[in-house]
């Protein structure tokens, strides 16, 4: 099962065991409304980030080839440099090759 927002997407996919973890988290009756349907979406969100989190690796989301920069590398070119590879993290570098 997949939940969007308004754009149409989410950067995580719940599964029923969210949904239900989140549920058991929940006190009392369960009267869906749109509030506690909002509810049960942030616990179950939360639920499938921590699983989503345990169950990844470094290497599942390390970029294997390295982009880097030196100190004197302007904040624009950084930047591009940055986009092109869509990274969010970029190295700086000295002339022997060690982080600055």
Known sequence: MRFNDDSGT???DLDNEDIIAA????RGYID?????FKEIYKFAY???VDRIARSML???VMTRQVVC???ETSLLETAERMAAAN???IPVINSQDKVS
């Open 10 to 12: 989410s950067p995580v």
């Open 69 to 71: 920069v030196n100190p």
């Open 23 to 26: 549920m058991k988290e929940m």
């Open 32 to 36: 869906i409304t749109p509030g506690d």
């Open 87 to 89: 990274i969010s993290g």
């Open 58 to 60: 470094a290497q599942d």
């Open 46 to 48: 939360n639920h499938a």
